[in-house]
């Protein structure tokens, strides 16, 4: 499981500032201003502890990888910092050795996987189309 105590120490070894704010047009974001990160959440707009775990996790992505944009950037520049941001938050809170571990202990499906790790069911799959997809990762059940 991931424990929303590791997130806000992870977000607390990048030196980032963890904020509860209405943002006004998301419900989290990170900020970077002079080489220092601010994740910034309203946790009026998530409906699950899951999903605002999973968020807070994607936003220390951006802080651990220094990926932030401007609002008016490209779109394939935004679109390539939220791939880095995701891809550094499976690698840290989804690391492949612990998914085949709860596939191995018989967790198989999808939204088994996401109960055992408690995170949202959709997070967990595109965790494992990243690894399938980016590191030809094929996860096996134990026979």
């Known amino acids: 499981m991931?424990?929303?105590?590791?997130?806000y120490s992870g977000i607390a070894q990048t030196g980032?500032?963890?904020?509860?704010?209405?943002i006004g047009f998301s419900?989290?974001?990170?900020?970077?201003?002079?080489?220092?990160?601010?994740?910034?959440?309203?946790?009026?707009l998530f409906?699950?502890?899951?999903?605002?775990?999973w968020a807070l996790a994607h936003e220390n992505g951006?802080?651990?990888?220094?990926?932030t944009h401007k609002t008016g950037s490209p779109w394939d520049l935004i679109e390539r910092h939220e791939h880095k941001a995701n891809r550094w938050a499976?690698?840290?809170?989804l690391p492949?050795?612990?998914?085949?571990r709860a596939i191995s202990a018989g967790y198989t499906e999808p939204w088994q996987l996401a109960e055992w790790f408690d995170i949202p069911q959709a997070d967990l799959e595109a965790a494992l189309r990243f690894y399938a997809q980016n590191r030809n990762i094929v996860f096996q059940a134990a026979v």
């Open 2 to 7: 991931i424990e929303m105590s590791d997130i």
């Open 16 to 22: 980032a500032a963890l904020y509860s704010y209405d």
């Open 27 to 44: 419900d989290a974001a990170t900020i970077e201003l002079n080489g220092r990160y601010a994740v910034m959440f309203d946790p009026s």
């Open 47 to 53: 409906s699950s502890i899951r999903s605002l775990k």
């Open 62 to 67: 951006h802080c651990a990888t220094g990926c």
């Open 90 to 93: 499976f690698e840290t809170y």
């Open 96 to 100: 492949p050795q612990e998914i085949q």
